[in-house]
């Protein structure tokens, strides 16, 4: 029961607490309504008066001052002290009428404000009030203004006029130098290139100016008048503004522009040291384990990419408004759109690593990949390209590089000559002397084939109706390799036909009443020649 009660007690509790929190936070903001006469604000109320409510103060103060006439303009606005039971407050008056009553309970405590600071401040805002609405009633300023807004209209006109004409010069000067360095060349010129950029900026700042004029006028036209001279001013108030704001942003990031500075050059210096360090192993001056010539660009590339992603890494945080929320949508907008279209590049990327660190092949090659044979051009990050015996493209992907085979004909050939082969089936009737002699003088006779090392021929196979002889060769120029092969079988042909030997693969249907075997006495027939002591 002890516990029960507890329990009980502890609830109400906190329902009590609950319910005080609730009605604390949920309390709610007493209304306002702020008065407005010629575009001013001149008092925010916030009491009510009599039963009326401040927006019901509002439009009776409104209404009291429209009809003040222009015989009571000419007295000041004065304050007359006003007791309504226990609330003390202050009556406006000018000329004997009453325009509207402040109250302590229009005074906003929370920001430390008293009912004598807010009654002065309202006093100087409704005499400047006072004064607009004068001079709103005095023809001759009116017409001042009318006048100077006209002047300032005309001065307008020509300098947009005079804007337009500079603007459209220069922009004539620099289409004509841009045409002349685009039609007269080839090649990249800088002065195109300027005459372009130039025309864009000269539009863009033409029409900055044309802005910044529109502005100065309406700032200075609605100054001219007491009813919108509060707008002038805000326009005015605005543009100080501005250029407060931005001289202090620049004052505040000069000291990271000089850090962003340093650490610019400090990368800059390293990349330059580091590009004569490569610069001098590419060519041979300087001899590096664990470089060679084929890898020096790649590993130049990637150590460059490397030093400046360091250098901006250290440099971002310096970078005026890196910390905005600007910067942090642009940073995940990019992120999201490398993690999506990643995968593929850096697949493509590492293989293209892979394809340059192995040393597989390199720049005008003579290489044979997937049944594709031709010229290395251009080895990418992507893809490689090469050029075959039709003149004929191929880009390959660098993927699809790593998953083949690659035939380099061009690396040994500096030290002994690419090596080329060709084959040829003849019966078991001819004897193999002779076909290794025919073939041997075949490869003699034909131009681009190398003397030192001396063709030699194998037999590959012992089929059932031929044997299988392989001629080897060594060639000079690999990128000559399919002519070279095309000479050499005209001269196999010519050599078998001038000695009556026919390349011909015997295939029987059933066996001859004869043995197919080539007799002694032919064994070394010509061109082949018998060793001595045989």
Do not use: C
Not at 246 to 261: K, Q, S, Y
Not at 298 to 305: D, E, G, M, S
């Amino acid at each position: 029961m002890n516990k029960l009660i507890l329990y009980a007690l502890a609830a109400v509790v906190m329902l009590r607490f609950m319910a005080a929190t609730a009605g604390a936070v949920e309390a709610p903001r007493p209304a306002e309504a702020v008065l407005k006469l010629m575009n001013r604000e001149i008092v925010t109320l916030r009491a009510d008066l009599a039963g009326a409510t401040p927006e019901a103060r509002v439009e009776r103060a409104k209404k009291r001052i429209a009809r003040i006439e222009d015989a009571d303009l000419v007295h000041p606005i004065r304050a007359e002290t006003l007791i309504l039971g226990q609330t003390k407050g202050y009556q406006f008056m000018i000329g004997g009428q009453p325009m509207f009553a402040l109250l302590e309970g229009d005074v906003d405590t929370a920001n430390g404000e008293t009912l004598e600071t807010l009654v002065k401040q309202t006093l100087a805002r409704l005499e400047e009030v006072r004064q607009a609405r004068r001079e709103q009633r005095y023809w001759p300023s009116i017409l001042e203004g009318v006048g100077l807004s006209l002047a300032a209209t005309v001065l307008l006109a020509a300098l947009l006029w005079l804007l337009w004409r500079v603007t459209r010069f220069t922009t004539t000067r620099l289409d004509q130098v841009r045409a002349r360095y685009e039609d007269t060349t080839k090649h990249i010129e800088w002065q195109e290139y300027a005459a372009r950029l130039g025309m864009r900026i000269l539009w863009l700042v033409r029409w900055v100016v044309a802005l910044v004029l529109l502005y100065a006028w309406a700032t200075f036209v609605l100054g001219r008048f007491p009813i919108t001279r509060p707008l002038g001013s805000r326009l005015g108030d605005f543009v100080l503004r501005l250029l407060e704001w931005l001289g202090n942003g620049i004052v505040a990031a000069v000291p990271g522009l000089v850090t962003i500075g340093v650490v610019f050059f400090i990368t800059r210096a390293i990349v330059e040291v580091l590009g004569l360090f490569f610069s001098k192993v590419q060519t041979g001056h300087l001899e590096v384990p664990f470089l060679h010539a084929e890898t020096v660009s790649a590993t130049r590339q990637i150590v460059t990419v490397i030093v400046w992603g360091l250098g901006l890494a250290v440099a971002y945080p310096y970078i005026p408004g890196s910390s905005s929320d600007a910067f942090k949508g642009l940073s995940v907008m990019f992120g999201l759109m490398i993690s999506l279209g990643s995968t593929g590049l850096m697949t493509q990327m590492m293989s293209g690593l892979v394809v340059i660190y192995s040393r597989a092949l390199r720049k005008g090659d003579f290489v044979s990949v997937g049944g594709n044979d031709g010229i290395v051009m251009e080895i990418g990050a992507l893809a490689t390209k090469l050029i075959n015996i039709r003149n004929e493209e191929i880009t390959i992907p660098n993927s699809v590089l790593i998953g083949n085979s690659i035939r380099n004909y061009s690396r040994l050939s500096e030290k002994g000559g690419a090596v080329i082969s060709t084959k040829v089936t003849i019966g078991y009737d001819t004897p193999w002397r002779q076909v290794h002699a025919l073939l041997t003088i075949a490869a003699d006779r034909t131009t681009g084939i190398e003397q030192e090392p001396t063709p030699f021929v194998l037999q590959r196979a012992l089929g059932d109706f031929y044997v299988e002889y392989e001629l080897f060769a060594h060639i000079g120029d690999p990128m000559r390799r399919f002519f070279i092969l095309t000479d050499l079988h005209a001269n196999i042909q010519d050599q078998f036909n001038e000695y009556g030997v026919q390349i011909m693969s015997p295939n029987f249907r059933s066996q001859p009443d004869h043995q197919v075997l080539s007799p002694r006495e032919n064994w070394y027939a010509a061109p082949a020649t018998r060793p001595e002591g045989n």
